[in-house]
Antibody, heavy 116, light 110 residues
Framework: VQLVESGGGLVQPGRSLRLSCTAS????????MHWVRQVPGNGLEWVSG????????GHADSVKGRFSISRDNAKNSLYLQMNSLREDDTALYFC??????????WGQGTAVTVSS | QSALTQPRSVSGSPGQSVTISCTGT?????????VSWYQHRPGKAPQLMIY???ERPSGVPDRFSGSKSGNTASLTISGLQSQDEADYYC??????????FGGGTKVTVL
């Protein structure tokens, strides 16, 4: 039972990156899914969330207009399209399966570094 | 979307109880019974300890308990053990399909 993130890496400011998350040993189609990030040495920050049927989507103010969350239940997968990246987007990004309005199962994270 | 307010650190001796507060507003903590708590050890993924203010997922010891009064939620760890040493984060659902975390509290077992 795990969530596996991919797509992180080093990118220049202003560029784009797409994160993916694939579920293994569990299905995600009945649950909200989220992205949560942690800046090195700092706390956790909720980034984006999507309901099970994509009817509800939310983004933190810090990424609104730049990031877009989506899901493909047929592929048991979650995505985060990150555009106009800034240096303060540098963080470890976790894919998280929701349980009611909490974050139940976490991936190990994928690191994103935004630097010139 | 301002972060919830938590103390930077709390400490206690083995066997004692510690309580971590988490203060928000009527738009998050005070407006919904959707407060959750997470234990985060370095190098590991965070673990859900409490959801819906007071509920414990299976496998979480009953030494961990949650409560809420007004705009402030609390996590109490009773019978403190060395393995409880970690960072703890509160989180609340907020207006408009948003979530907000607290800044985190470092628990030290003396």
């Amino acid at each position: 039972v795990q969530l596996v993130e991919s797509g992180g890496g080093l990118v220049q400011p202003g560029r784009s990156l797409r994160l993916s998350c694939t579920a293994s040993g569990l299905t995600i189609d009945d649950n909200a899914m989220h992205w949560v990030r942690q800046v090195p040495g700092n706390g956790l920050e909720w980034v984006s969330g999507v309901s099970w049927n994509s009817a509800n989507i939310g983004h933190a103010d810090s990424v609104k207009g730049r990031f877009s969350i989506s899901r493909d239940n047929a592929k048991n997968s979650l995505y985060l399209q990150m555009n106009s990246l800034r240096e303060d987007d540098t963080a470890l990004y976790f894919c998280v399966k929701g349980r009611r309005d909490a974050f139940e199962i976490w991936g190990q994270g994928t690191a994103v570094t935004v630097s010139s | 979307q301002s972060a919830l307010t938590q103390p930077r650190s709390v400490s206690g001796s083995p066997g004692q109880s510690v309580t971590i507060s988490c203060t928000g507003t009527h738009s998050d903590v005070g407006g919904y019974n959707y407060v959750s708590w997470y234990q985060h050890r370095p190098g590991k993924a965070p673990q859900l300890m409490i959801y819906d203010v007071t509920e414990r997922p299976s496998g979480v010891p009953d030494r961990f308990s949650g409560s809420k009064s007004g705009n402030t939620a609390s996590l109490t760890i009773s019978g403190l053990q060395s393995q409880d040493e970690a960072d703890y984060y509160c989180c609340s659902y907020a207006d408009g399909y948003n979530w907000v975390f607290g800044g985190g509290t470092k628990v030290t077992v003396l």
